[in-house]
């Protein structure tokens, strides 16, 4: 399978680097990432990190620009995701992206919370959260990654916006908690940090 013009719509933006200056090579897929989220992902990149929802690879792709690996996990299952897309699909997507990855990215297709459990606490140095955006969903992949991020960690919530109220509900409450505490707002991304 390459990557040419008999792709899906996903790829047409394949060349859109908003890194231009320091990374003139970069090719990225499409991925409905912010300017600023980008931005804050290759900033906070670096260790070891877990993309959780990493749907075409966009952030998982940034990421490792500086990490020395990337976790990425994404169930590819229709019922899981966007209701309208199907299987085949999904399937289709996980092929194409796991062929253009960099080698310092593992592809995983699985439940997030089920995969953390192959890793010993205190494994990674970040993870990013970005796969089904319910209130449940966020704070489960929270209370599941937590013990793997190593302490003053990093852990970036995408899609903190009115749109999510989920997520925003979720970040508000793990933030009141005080197992991490906010580091900044980039975009729609709140970057937090583990506490212990």
């Not at 999904?90 to 953390?116: H, M, R, T």
């Amino acid at each position: 399978m390459t990557l040419s013009d008999d792709n899906p719509n996903f790829m047409k933006g394949f060349d859109d680097n908003p890194f231009l200056e320091a990374y003139p090579d970069l090719k990225l897929p499409d991925g409905r990432l912010t300017f600023l989220c980008q931005q804050a992902l290759l900033k906070y990149a670096g260790g070891d990190w877990a993309d959780l929802g990493a749907f075409l690879g966009r952030s998982a792709m940034i990421l490792a620009l500086k990490a020395d690996k990337v976790v990425a996990i994404d169930v590819f299952h229709a019922d899981k995701v966007e209701p309208e897309k199907n299987n085949q699909h999904l399937n289709y997507y996980f092929k194409v992206v796991k062929e253009y990855l960099p080698s310092n990215v593992e592809l995983i297709k699985g439940d997030v919370d089920n995969v953390c459990e192959h890793y010993d606490d205190e494994h990674f140095d970040g993870v990013f959260i970005d796969a089904n955006h319910s209130y449940e969903s966020v704070m489960s992949n929270f209370t599941h990654w937590l013990p793997k991020v190593k302490p003053g960690g990093i852990i970036i919530f995408h899609d903190y916006w009115d749109r999510w109220s989920g997520v925003v509900e979720a970040v508000d409450e793990i933030l009141a908690q005080g197992e991490a505490h906010e580091i900044e707002q980039m975009g729609w991304c709140k970057i937090t940090k583990k506490v212990k």
